[in-house]
């Protein structure tokens, strides 16, 4: 584990020295946040790790864990994994698929995904996968430790499920890594928070405040 934090610890570093390409190496910078750029596949195999790790998990534990434990997993695992499709949409472009038609007329960059489509004026990104997650999230990292110290209804909850809670100093790191993002005028640098964020969360997984929850836990 010791390894693996460290590899994520420097990917954060690298992100951060990346933000800050945009102000004096800006060729370099827009190299990074491309399509399927270096950040893009950073976020995907984040992803794929996540869901890989709970898997593995699920199995190892299924016979010690109670049904709530186990439908959390569940979640766990076919959420990351569709997020790693999402990002790396489908394999369209790995393999040179072309979208179908709905796809086509409906997706913001014409991919095999759904986190680029606009329905009806509505862009699906930035109801859901923004704003949703955003929130969704950040009470997660900002509020979920205090509750479960201060509130023992939810202690009960997080036990029951299993739900791994972010230390402080991975909350902390997470807003630290999003205050300069916020400074930068460029869309794609999102695609840098995103890969910041899942591989804090990564980090939160297999270290958790609540220890024996880690993904790598036997």
Same mark, same amino acid.
């Given at each position: 584990m010791k390894t693996l934090k460290i590899l994520l610890y420097?990917?954060?570093?690298?992100?951060?020295?990346?933000?800050?390409?945009? +102000?004096?190496? /800006?060729?370099? +910078?827009? @190299?990074?946040?491309? %399509?399927?750029?270096?950040? /893009?596949?950073?976020?995907?195999?984040?992803?794929?790790?996540? &869901?890989?790790? &709970?898997?593995?998990?699920?199995?190892?534990?299924?016979? %010690?864990?109670? @049904?709530?434990?186990m439908f959390l997993n569940v979640l766990i695992v076919l959420g990351a994994f569709f997020g790693f499709g999402e990002e790396i949409s489908w394999g369209q472009r790995i393999f040179g698929i072309q979208a179908g038609d709905y796809f086509m007329q409906n997706n913001l960059q014409g991919e095999t995904n759904l986190h680029n489509l606009e329905i009806g004026g509505v862009n699906i990104n930035k109801l859901i996968f923004s704003q949703g997650l955003v929130i969704v999230f950040g009470t997660y990292f900002v509020l979920s430790l205090i509750l479960y110290r201060k509130w023992n209804g939810f202690k009960k909850l997080v036990d029951l499920f299993g739900v791994q809670l972010p230390r402080f100093k991975y909350s902390v790191m997470l807003l630290a890594c999003t205050l300069p993002i916020l400074l930068v005028p460029d869309r794609r640098i999102w695609e840098l928070w995103e890969a910041i964020f899942v591989t804090i969360l990564l980090l939160v997984f297999i270290d958790p405040w609540n220890e024996k929850e880690g993904l790598l836990k036997k």
């Open positions: 420097i990917v954060i570093a690298g992100s951060l020295l990346a933000i800050s390409s945009f +102000y004096f190496a /800006e060729p370099f +910078y827009h @190299k990074m946040v491309a %399509e399927d750029g270096l950040f /893009e596949n950073i976020t995907a195999l984040g992803l794929l790790t996540i &869901s890989i790790l &709970s898997l593995l998990r699920l199995v190892r534990q299924r016979g %010690e864990r109670n @049904k709530f434990w």
